[in-house]
């Protein structure tokens, strides 16, 4: 019985033509970088975890999507990982591995001084939240794209750092015209691609985007959306892209990580995840968001009953 009941699912299996020679994921067979039992703390007048034990990999030239609620840790992860956490935060345990193109491992949490602000841009980079108040707004352009390379490149004549920042501004879509430009003078998809433009001013391997489309009109965000995917085919970089709006992950990641505080509760590809959420909180998010079709009703607040029950991390306990 046993036999003959192995034969005719075997008998199926080949006629619907399952695949046995699919390739493993490139996180597992290439990652570029990997994150093992990190933590992170807050700690001022009460201690507050704000990430937790968290595990991923990201596979070189993968975008892999950071999805949340404000205050889930998502921001707080993307510095602890580039190391730009100040006090009270504090990494409590946890390894940050960088595998770079050269052959050889980096330990990211062991770095120090020198090495360590040369491995920030040149290895991993950020596009930070709110490209009006990361740039300078009494400095030009071209010289807030040319200290990246007087820091990075101190060897470059002022005619190379200023051929190559007008290369960055139309590698973005931006005229080089815009050089002798103050931030004030841009639209705010401008500043955002001056912002892509010098986090990618060293070819770096890992790009972290920090809610890069935040408070930009959709037709923008949209623009902004096929730069990034346009930049990252051409250049080969991987991107941790960090947003609450699921959406828009859903639009350009490879794979979606969700954090519910401080914690990654699941993790998959895009399609998966949108098609067959594993987790309740997953289900809610993706319901929380405006259907053409669906009645008003059946819309998802997720976070009330948290919020209610005060269980959330950074509610004040009596």
Same mark, same amino acid.
């Given at each position: 019985?046993?036999?003959?009941?192995?034969?005719?699912?075997?008998?199926?299996?080949?006629?619907?033509?399952?695949?046995?020679?699919?390739?493993?994921?490139?996180?597992?067979?290439?990652?570029?970088? $990997?994150?093992? @039992?990190?933590?992170?703390?807050?700690?001022? &007048?009460?201690?507050?975890?704000?990430?937790? *034990?968290?595990?991923? /990999?990201?596979?070189?030239g993968e975008v892999l999507g950071l999805a949340g609620e404000s205050g889930c840790g998502k921001s707080t992860l993307a510095y602890g990982i580039n190391r730009?956490? /100040?006090?009270?935060?504090? !990494?409590?345990?946890? %390894?940050?591995?960088?595998?770079?193109?050269?052959?050889?491992? !980096?330990?990211?949490?062991?770095?120090?001084?020198?090495?360590?602000?040369?491995? %920030?841009?040149?290895?991993?980079?950020?596009?930070?939240?709110?490209?009006?108040?990361?740039?300078?707004?009494? /400095?030009?352009?071209? @010289?807030?794209?040319?200290?990246?390379?007087?820091?990075?490149?101190?060897?470059?004549?002022?005619?190379? %750092?200023?051929?190559?920042?007008?290369?960055?501004? $139309?590698?973005?879509?931006?005229?080089?015209?815009?050089?002798?430009?103050?931030? *004030?003078?841009?639209?705010?998809?401008?500043?955002?691609?001056?912002?892509?433009?010098?986090?990618?001013?060293?070819?770096?391997?890992?790009?972290?985007?920090?809610?890069?489309?935040?408070?930009?009109?959709?037709?923008?965000?949209?623009?902004?959306?096929?730069?990034?995917?346009?930049?990252?085919?051409?250049?080969?970089?991987?991107?941790?892209? =960090?947003? *609450?709006?699921?959406?828009?992950?859903?639009? =350009?990641?490879?794979? =979606?990580?969700?954090?519910?505080?401080? &914690? !990654?509760?699941?993790?998959?590809?895009?399609?998966?995840?949108?098609?067959?959420?594993?987790?309740?909180?997953?289900?809610?998010?993706?319901?929380?968001?405006?259907?053409?079709?669906?009645? %008003?009703?059946?819309? =998802?607040?997720?976070?009330?009953?948290?919020?209610?029950?005060?269980?959330?991390?950074?509610?004040?306990? $009596?």
């Amino acid at each position: 019985m046993t036999t003959a009941t192995n034969s005719n699912a075997a008998s199926s299996a080949a006629s619907v033509n399952i695949p046995t020679n699919v390739l493993p994921p490139v996180y597992e067979t290439d990652p570029v970088l $990997e994150v093992d @039992d990190f933590c992170v703390e807050y700690r001022a &007048e009460k201690t507050v975890q704000a990430v937790k *034990h968290v595990n991923l /990999k990201l596979g070189r030239g993968e975008v892999l999507g950071l999805a949340g609620e404000s205050g889930c840790g998502k921001s707080t992860l993307a510095y602890g990982i580039n190391r730009l956490l /100040k006090p009270p935060a504090v !990494i409590t345990s946890g %390894r940050v591995s960088f595998n770079s193109r050269e052959g050889y491992p !980096i330990d990211v949490r062991a770095l120090e001084g020198d090495d360590l602000r040369m491995f %920030r841009w040149e290895k991993i980079s950020m596009v930070f939240q709110g490209a009006m108040n990361s740039l300078n707004p009494v /400095k030009k352009i071209k @010289d807030q794209l040319g200290d990246v390379f007087t820091t990075h490149r101190p060897d470059m004549s002022r005619k190379e %750092r200023l051929d190559k920042c007008g290369e960055l501004l $139309e590698r973005v879509g931006v005229d080089r015209n815009r050089l002798n430009a103050y931030p *004030h003078e841009l639209s705010g998809g401008m500043r955002q691609r001056v912002m892509i433009a010098m986090a990618m001013a060293l070819d770096p391997q890992v790009m972290i985007m920090d809610e890069p489309t935040t408070a930009l009109d959709v037709v923008v965000q949209r623009e902004i959306l096929r730069e990034i995917t346009r930049l990252k085919d051409e250049f080969g970089f991987a991107v941790i892209f =960090i947003t *609450h709006d699921l959406p828009l992950l859903l639009e =350009i990641s490879d794979r =979606i990580a969700v954090m519910r505080k401080g &914690e !990654i509760i699941e993790m998959n590809d895009a399609m998966s995840l949108y098609t067959n959420p594993q987790q309740e909180y997953t289900a809610k998010l993706l319901s929380s968001f405006p259907s053409l079709t669906g009645d %008003r009703g059946d819309f =998802i607040r997720t976070g009330s009953e948290d919020l209610a029950e005060g269980t959330s991390p950074f509610a004040t306990k $009596e």
